[in-house]
């Protein structure tokens, strides 16, 4: 069926350092993409989206690519953090649609002192 | 804003019991709210799609005389785990969508961790 997947699983980035992390979807109809953030122990937290009529939107320390043509997504953090060590989510939705958010299987990102 | 609170963070409880889990939508009214399981360094598993004033709709294997939920109001819904076993063990967490209209990002819960023993 659909999914959302990502190309790694495990993500290390020394302090200071910028992530890239990605992920491929092959809806093909999904014109809605999302980041969640989960940390240890908790719910995936909201970071940033991006609807389909864009191919770039940039949050605080943090930057969404899009690029329909190879259906990719990715999330760039600049100045990686220790607080940034989570667990990285994509997911991707029609809007309007009454369906739930088709998530991706997660990429780990350590960050190293 | 967007802020959804799960209520209990975590409970252990015995095998054969039951166990109720809330989730409220804090600054939002939510048409729909969802519900999932996670197991450790696994994604996000849907349970069932919670609309208000409706019954909710379970995924595919998923037992809906085990796993009740109600959603009374458009701040509240509920999933009570009845006659919980040790394989019930798990991560729990809800989320909520916006009533609004051109509104599709889901806001979730902090998560419930229940342990059957």
């Known amino acids: 069926g659909e999914s959302v997947g990502l190309h790694l699983p495990t993500l290390s980035v020394q302090e200071g350092d910028n992530s890239i992390i990605n992920c491929a979807y092959s809806?093909?109809?999904?014109?809605?993409f999302i980041w969640y953030k989960q940390e240890s122990g908790k719910g995936p937290q909201f970071i940033i989206d991006i609807r389909s009529n864009m191919d770039k939107r940039q949050g605080q320390r943090v930057t969404v690519l899009l690029n329909k043509t190879v259906k990719h997504l990715s999330l760039q953090i600049a100045a990686t953090q220790p607080g940034d060590s989570a667990v990285y989510f994509c997911?991707?939705?029609?809007?309007?649609?009454?369906?739930?958010?088709?998530f991706g299987s997660g990429t780990q990102l350590t960050v190293l002192p | 804003g967007a802020v959804v609170s799960q209520h209990p963070s975590w409970v252990i409880c015995k095998s054969g019991t039951s166990v109720k889990i809330e989730c409220r939508s804090l600054?939002?009214?939510?048409?729909?709210m969802f519900w999932y399981r996670q197991f450790p360094k696994q994604s996000l598993m849907l349970m069932a799609t919670s609309n208000e004033g409706s019954k909710a709709t379970y995924e595919q294997g998923v037992e809906k005389d085990k796993f009740l939920i109600n959603h009374a109001s458009l701040t509240l819904s509920t999933l009570t785990v009845t006659s919980a076993h040790p394989e019930d063990s798990s991560f729990y967490i809800c989320s909520a969508r916006s009533a609004g209209t051109g509104t599709d990002t889901q806001y979730f819960g902090p998560g419930t961790r229940l342990t059957v023993l």
């Open positions: 809806n093909s109809a999904s014109d809605y």
């Open positions: 600054d939002f009214q939510a048409t729909t």
């Open positions: 997911a991707e939705n029609i809007s309007g649609s009454a369906r739930q958010l088709t």
